[in-house]
């Protein structure tokens, strides 16, 4: 699913990723845990193509990062869905109008498209605010919308960065139980975070530490 | 395919209601911008066609003697209207040019004692298209043949107009044309930023679009149409604004001696001035994209 090697990123002067190498099966979860600007978000807006590979080499999904053309980004980015801790929605745009979204790109025929977005609201707890504008949601009903449409498109990987970051504690941990809800349908997901209490939600999951964009800490072999 | 391309398209005009506000005050800073172009390139136009008009033309205007025999006059009227160049020909008995004044002065029925004994003399305004190499030799004598006519008591032309005409002719060309050039230009570049400025405000949109994995050309046909429909609704509105104005003011010069008439722009010109603002409105909405 994912394979990187040897993957170094710089801003300018600073590097934010310095020789990471780590292999992850399909259907794997991993923690990302380190202080801020470790260089957690970096390595993942790499593996959606936000920014594009430096050095090294990362494979995502069956894509390599290295040569990937412009145009096929979108594909990666069809196959991951990603999560942020600012959420990242429109909040002039109704609940289900945010998760269809996702869909729409996809130009999935409209009663499919609204059965789908209907089967994910329910399964989140947002059916009754479907045509709820985002703007009067909750922090943590806005989280849940952009789980929802992260989830909605079936990815085969998700990313999550911070998920919880905006959440108090009630609220990150039944987020947390959401991610393992879709992790236990088979899907590999990679959630950045530095919140410690979430690592015990899942003990068999794997945890790689990072530091000043080395890793300096996992609780597995990182490559096969 | 094409079933996408269309839905993309209306989405492209139906997303004008995600941000109502912005896109109402932008589209009212592109009519107010396009209606003070247009009513720039208004008057150009209409300058432009009077200086046309004008050149190699010169008005002489004829005064009777007043009480003179309008009989004999209108004889002398129907005589005029056979000379050699003339291409327009006003004629006023007393009577009229009471009429004309009154109207002109906007006194209603204050000269209404002077019916059927107006003190006014007969006249006659003509213009002619100016022909021959001596100019002046030409109107000059034109100038005697009026005076020599019977009862005349006065011819009066300038002439500077001939002169005039000409100058104008080549101000016409030299200036009128470049300014209307340079007017488009900065409806372009007003009418551009005030667009791009307003797509600007959707990159949460546009930075959603691209996370969800939308293609560059899903995101853009809607954006670009977007721009499209403001700046031709923009302009449409500015054009019905600048036909109400047109026909509120057409007659408002018309009165002797100008005898201006205020046109519209020609449909030519007014398609020119609408494709201008919508293509502006593409390339702004383009430009506003390849910024984010």
Known sequence: ?224 | MLRILIKLIVQGVTDIRHHPWVQVLTLAAVTLVAFLAGLFLLVLHNLDQELKRSQGEIQFQVYWKPGAEMVSVQEQWRDLERLDGLKNLKTFTPEQGLEVLTASLGSGDEFAWLRGQSPLPATALMTFAVTGEDHHAWAKAIYLDLERMPEVEKVSFNPLQLDLARSWGHFSNRVIWPLILFLGLVLALVVGNTIKLAQVHRHQEVEILRLVGAARWYIQLPMLVTGAFLGLLGGTLALLMLKGVQLSLKDLLHFPPLWLRLDFLPVDQALIFLAIISGMGVVSSWVALREK
């Open chain 1, 1 to 224: 699913m994912i394979h990187l090697r040897h993957v170094s990123h710089n801003f300018g002067s600073h590097w934010a990723l310095k020789n990471f190498s780590l292999d992850l099966d399909k259907g794997g979860f991993l923690f990302l845990v380190g202080p801020s600007g470790a260089g957690k978000t970096t390595l993942l807006r790499i593996l959606h193509g936000a920014i594009a590979l430096q050095r090294g080499q990362a494979v995502v999904c069956g894509f390599d990062l290295q040569t990937i053309k412009p145009k096929a980004i979108p594909l990666l980015r069809r196959e991951v869905s990603v999560v942020f801790q600012d959420f990242k929605i429109l909040p002039q745009r109704t609940v289900f109008a945010n998760v269809a979204l996702a869909l729409e790109v996809r130009n999935m025929p409209r009663p499919l498209l609204q059965r789908r977005v209907r089967a994910v609201l329910r399964g989140l707890d947002l059916e009754s605010k479907a045509h709820v504008s985002c703007a009067e949601l909750s922090g943590g009903e806005q989280q849940r919308v952009a789980v929802a449409r992260a989830v909605v498109v079936g990815p085969q990987l998700l990313l999550a960065d911070e998920p919880t970051g905006n959440l108090d504690r009630e609220l990150a941990m039944r987020l947390m139980s959401l991610f393992l809800q879709f992790h236990a349908h088979g899907s590999t997901v990679i959630l950045a975070t530095h919140n410690q209490e979430l690592l015990s939600c899942l003990p068999e999951a794997k945890i790689v530490h990072i530091e000043d964009g080395s890793i300096v800490w996992a609780n597995w072999s990182l490559t096969e």
